[in-house]
Nanobody, 116 residues
């Protein structure tokens, strides 16, 4: 079992910045990917950014504005710059492990609101 706790969300004006953090604990054997997803009201959950081994992947809508990083298997971060109102959503930390099967773990979600 892997446990994820997000922090760093809140309210910010358009053009501002926020840094999301996700603390990872529990059994991280076979850690495969670490990433962030988001879900806006009435929308499906979508990938924002993900680290798979040493490779990073970003949604087109955040490229050049968001940066994902990690502290080994202890934490994953999302630096969000030049925020736009359309970035408003609940952001979820996600970890995948591939030890004895592929498993998805999710944080509880954290609200990010960008005002215009």
């Amino acid at each position: 079992q892997v446990y994820l706790v997000e922090s760093g969300g809140g309210l910010v004006q358009a053009g501002g910045s926020l840094r999301l953090s996700c603390e990872v604990s529990g059994n991280t054997i076979g850690l495969y990917t670490m990433g962030w997803y988001r879900q806006a009201p009435g929308e499906q959950r979508e990938l924002v950014a993900r680290i798979k081994q040493s490779n990073t992947e970003y949604a087109d809508s955040v490229k050049g504005r968001f940066t994902i990083s990690r502290d080994n298997d202890k934490a994953v971060f999302l630096q969000m710059n030049s925020l736009k109102p359309e970035d408003t959503a609940v952001y979820y930390c996600n970890v995948q492990t591939i030890h004895r099967g592929l498993y998805d773990y999710w944080g509880q979600g954290i609200q990010v609101t960008v005002s215009s």
